[in-house]
């Protein structure tokens, strides 16, 4: 299901892994290309949801075995039957669970009789945890895998110092938002569509880059909105771009976007570019999760909302634009915080995984 060039798969574990492995990436990708020292190999992503929870495992256990790896890392739970295919084969293999799969279930509105998938994955995955060391993006769901006397570790979604110290910018005036990420409706763009249409009903024109694949579905749901025309050409939809391609386009940004409706799965888990938006100095506008607040304002570096309310929404953004002098103390008190969160205090915990199965 992920793209090869998934912020936590390349731009953390594969480069990151890079400097002590050889290391290949198998992936949703166009080419077969060697980037950054990563041997990428290209995978087929099918669009049938069906097809892809049945056949994908199989044809990327043809391809991983070829590559005849010590150490395997998959990242998506259709793979576990090629985990498991992997482990007959004498493999050693890491499960890197992004989210809590089971509870996710429930807010996925195209899967049906969601409790009987519910049931069976449970089932499934309680029988295959035992197979493989298991990494965790997220403390919430730590209970989970110890009550599975799994073997696990929590790397959590920490950003990449070295990488974001090249998107810092200090002066930001422009009248520009910015999102990068997945598109999909439970992150908030219908909400943030309605908040620029309130801000320009006082005559405040704000332009929102947004940086991700848009779906079918959502592009028709922001076109059905009644207000969508007097605001269409505020909307820039970037696509899906390299991570250093889609940061470069936020160095016109005042503000970060981070509006997740409140699911199971997004209340309890760091939303990574929270910490991107510190380190590169954007004061952000975020859902006002305990989570979310525990770093956002024990830090001040942006403003939490109520991701349903675009009234919060749209006066966030305006404070934001109209007190330049808040703002960029919000993007300061971001950058000063920001080191307490960096990629090399979890990958260190990577490390020692991985010369654990070593040996």
Known sequence: MHFALDTRIFYRFCLSLSGEYDV????VHSQNELRNGIQIIPFRRFKNKLLRVSFTWLFMFFKAIKV???IYQFHDPE???CGLLLRLFGKKVIFDIHENVAEDIFDKPWIKRKKILFWFFQLFEKLAVKSFYIFLAENSYAERYKKRNAKYSIILNYY???FFTNYVEKKRNSNRIFYIGILLE????????EALYLLKQKNVVVDF???GELYTDLAAKLDALPFYEAIRNQMHFHGRLPLEKGYEISRQAAVGMCIIHPMKNSVGSYPTKMFEYMAIGLPQVISNFPL?????????????VDPMNTQQIADAIYNLFSDRQLAEKMAENGMQAAPSYTWD???AKVEQVYRGLES
Do not use: W
């Open 209 to 211: 880059d947004v940086v």
């Open 24 to 27: 290949t990436l198998i992936g």
């Open 68 to 70: 005849n790896a010590k």
């Open 345 to 347: 205090s979890q990958f």
């Open 186 to 193: 439970s992150r908030g763009l219908l909400q943030i569509a």
């Open 160 to 162: 990449n110092a070295p």
């Open 79 to 81: 793979l576990i039957p």
């Open 292 to 304: 979310y607040k525990s770093v956002v304002e024990t830090h001040s570096c942006g403003i939490c």
